[in-house]
Nanobody, 119 residues
């Protein structure tokens, strides 16, 4: 069974930093793209960043230059370094696995999330 477990969230002041971790199991991690999403209370879910199996990366405009995504295939883990945090970054952050569909991106499994609060 696929499992994604996030950790590293917390409460920080504006300008602070956090590093989020996602431990993956139950699938061939090396073969799948991974992503981070976030959802503020009462708002929709937005894509924050992705990293492919080849380590190509994508960042939402709102986090470019501040967040960095990385992966460690040996540890089956994906990370999101959050720097220069703003109050607008407050949200539940979710790790997600891409299905590997030949029809394009489709994130079929999500973790339970880790809360980031900036205030």
């Amino acid at each position: 069974d696929v499992q994604l477990v996030e950790s590293g969230g917390g409460s920080v002041q504006p300008g602070g930093s956090l590093r989020l971790s996602c431990a993956a199991s139950g699938f061939t991690f090396d073969d799948h793209d991974m992503g981070w999403f976030r959802q503020a209370h009462g708002d929709g879910c937005e894509l924050v960043s992705t990293i492919s199996s080849e380590r190509s990366t994508y960042y939402a405009d709102s986090v470019k230059g501040r967040f960095t995504i990385s992966r460690d295939n040996a540890k089956k883990a994906v990370y999101l370094q959050l720097n220069s945090l703003k109050t607008g970054d407050t949200a539940m952050y979710y790790c997600a696995k891409d299905s590997g569909s030949r029809f394009g991106w489709y994130f079929d499994y999500w973790g339970q999330g880790t809360q980031v609060t900036v205030s």
